[in-house]
């Protein structure tokens, strides 16, 4: 069965980077798109960017480009997001998703990954 | 951006009854190709959210029958028929039309009166 397991919680500082990972397994991991999405209480859940393992190519929301970065290495099927100069507002859980065919949706998603912004 | 508005923003029901959640979208969601990329998604209590429904009507695969999707343009309606315990958490609905970028609505919490 298609599951996508995310690395552990993070508490981070301010100015700092953290790469977050998403470990998917039970298909090709380049058949199908991923995407990474932000939840916070305050912004409900925002959509960050979305890359194909195939070929790398990435699409990102606005908001975002400069805050995230997309990658995968299809040998170990995995996808990363790396965050730089955070702060506070950074602070949410993040999860991976994958679309089956963008975008119709978001048809499985990993466990999420808390990152904690603080000095 | 595609702004998503839903209401209401909570609401309570009894078991066995039935609800309906609005969602409306700032632009049409009816893509050139014809399509409506219109979703909802169930996240449970401590949960990840989860895929309901799809283009507007589309249940996704092991979704109950007792969950069904409408609309068109820029109304849609998700209707929940005789709710059970494992229905409550907060629904959202999302929209990629406007793809690659996608956007949610900010979420109905459905409770148990």
């Known amino acids: 069965q298609v599951q996508l397991q995310q690395s552990g919680a993070e508490l981070v500082k301010p100015g700092t980077s953290v790469k977050l990972s998403c470990k998917a397994s039970g298909y090709t991991f380049t058949s199908n798109h991923m995407n990474w999405i932000k939840q916070t209480t305050g912004q409900g859940l925002e959509w960050i960017g979305i890359?194909?393992?195939?070929?790398?190519?990435?699409s990102y929301n606005v908001k975002f480009k400069g805050k995230a970065t997309l990658t995968v290495d299809k040998s170990s099927s995995t996808a990363f997001m790396q965050l730089s100069s955070l702060t506070p507002e950074d602070s949410a859980v993040y999860y991976c998703a994958r679309s089956d065919n963008y975008p119709e949706g978001f048809a499985y998603w990993g466990q999420g990954t808390l990152v904690t912004v603080s000095s | 951006d595609v702004v998503m508005t839903q209401t209401p923003v909570s609401l309570s029901v009894s078991l066995g009854g039935q609800v309906s959640i609005s969602c409306r979208s700032s632009q049409s969601l009816v893509h050139n190709n014809g399509n409506t990329y219109l979703s909802w998604y169930l996240q449970k209590p401590g949960q990840s959210p989860q895929l309901l429904i799809y283009?507007?009507?589309n249940r996704f695969s092991g979704i109950s029958d007792r969950f069904s999707g409408s609309g068109s343009g820029t109304d849609f309606t998700l209707k929940i028929s005789r709710v059970e315990p494992d229905d409550l958490g907060v629904y959202y609905c999302g929209q990629g039309t406007q793809y690659p970028m996608y956007t949610f609505g900010a979420g109905t919490k459905l409770e148990l009166k």
């Open positions: 283009k507007v009507s």
């Open positions: 890359i194909n393992p195939g070929s790398g190519g990435t």
